[in-house]
């Protein structure tokens, strides 16, 4: 759903950028065990708290291919597939494995099939595939389903240049403040 690297890099931004909103808008998981959580997105605080997940501070700066690929090989390995063993390799990273650096897989390299394991163990709120997967909005009930996506429909790509000169004064540290505060404040 990006056209170009210039496109991706426009989208990337607004959809971080808005990540502190969608959190607020779409909040709808206030109950932990049928009891309320103190949040109105306890979804989102147990993703805050999340290792490899939450809004990188990195992702408020003109994301492109080069630095998402670098961020992510850079992040730990949460596990991999030897020899049909699940292996978790101690604080090593997708760059570790890329030189042969794992020695419990006997320093072999990775594959296709690698990469694809450790992408989907990366739990930030923007992700990259052959589309921008938007991680930030709790579910909802089936008449609103449709909220979501007509929300980033509007904005990214009937409007994009219109939003994206919106967010261009805001400074990153006020939307990461925004972001931690988001799941128990709302719109507040």
């Not at 931004?13 to 909103?21: A, E, N, Y």
């Not at 490899?52 to 992040?75: C, H, Q, V, W």
């Not at 052959?130 to 409007?159: M, N, Q, V």
Request: net charge positive.
């Amino acid at each position: 759903d990006y056209l170009s690297e210039e496109d991706f890099i426009k989208k990337f931004k607004i959809i971080s950028f808005l990540t502190p909103l969608t959190i607020a808008i779409f909040a709808n998981s206030s109950l932990k065990e049928n009891k309320p959580s103190g949040y109105l997105s306890y979804r989102a605080k147990v993703w805050q708290k999340t290792s490899r997940g939450g809004l990188p501070k990195i992702f408020l700066e003109n994301m492109n291919f080069e630095k998402y690929a670098d961020y992510t090989i850079s992040s730990p390995l949460l596990f991999t597939i030897f020899n049909n063993e699940y292996i978790s390799p101690n604080k090593k990273t997708f760059k570790d494995f890329m030189v042969g650096g794992i020695k419990e897989m006997n320093n072999k390299l990775p594959d296709t099939k690698d990469l694809e394991i450790h992408l989907s163990t990366i739990f930030t709120e923007v992700r990259l595939k052959s589309y921008l997967e938007i991680r930030s909005l709790d579910a909802c009930e089936w008449d609103c389903h449709c909220a979501g996506p007509a929300f980033f429909t509007g904005l990214l790509y009937a409007k994009l240049d219109e939003t994206l000169s919106l967010i261009k004064k805001w400074e990153a540290n006020d939307v990461l403040n925004a972001y931690f505060e988001a799941p128990k404040k709302g719109l507040k």
